[in-house]
């Protein structure tokens, strides 16, 4: 990863576990039905490539890629509500795109609620497709909600 840390965006730098408390708060002020602490650490664990974005001390925003079988999955791309429609979505999403090349991913992949229409007009912008529908994915306040799945093609 330090290959990749010379080509980030200022501001980004890897996640690590002392800005769990940080990513925690900016999940649950974010969503209704955040990731658990669990979830971060088995993130943790496995060696996902995570970043934070970072401005004035404070974490803003993370991002969370899994890859495998030269695939990319973006688990997770969250900003915080005081800090979005600032950037930093698009800064995390470089990083993870930077991060997949250098991993040599082939293709990379997402979920989005499909009520999230800021982050899907960032994932289009930055060249993802959509690519299917997962039917009551997520949970929602009154039942599910339906997921697009973007992709984007890296080679």
């Known amino acids: 990863m330090n290959a990749a ?3 980030m965006p200022a501001g980004i730098r890897v996640m690590s576990v002392d800005d769990l408390a940080a990513v925690l708060a900016i999940e649950n002020s974010a969503y209704d039905f955040p ?3 669990g979830i971060f650490e088995d993130c943790f ?3 996902y490539p995570s ?3 970072e401005q004035d ?3 803003k925003g993370y991002g969370i890629l899994s890859v495998a079988a030269g695939e990319g999955h ?6 915080r509500p005081d800090s ?7 800064l995390l999403l470089e990083a993870l795109l930077l991060t997949a090349e250098i ?3 082939s293709a990379l992949f997402l979920e989005v609620r499909v009520s999230n229409k800021s982050a899907i007009h960032l994932y289009e912008k930055l060249g993802f497709n959509e690519v299917g529908l997962r039917q009551n994915y997520y949970p929602a306040k009154k039942g599910r909600e339906d997921a697009v799945v973007l992709a984007k093609q890296l080679v």
């Open 5 to 7: 840390m010379e080509r």
């Open 35 to 37: 990731w658990t602490e």
């Open 45 to 47: 664990r496995v060696g």
């Open 51 to 53: 970043w934070v974005y």
């Open 57 to 59: 001390s404070e974490v």
């Open 74 to 79: 973006i688990l997770n791309l969250c900003v």
């Open 84 to 90: 979005q429609h600032q950037g930093i979505g698009k």
């Open 103 to 105: 991993l040599d991913v």
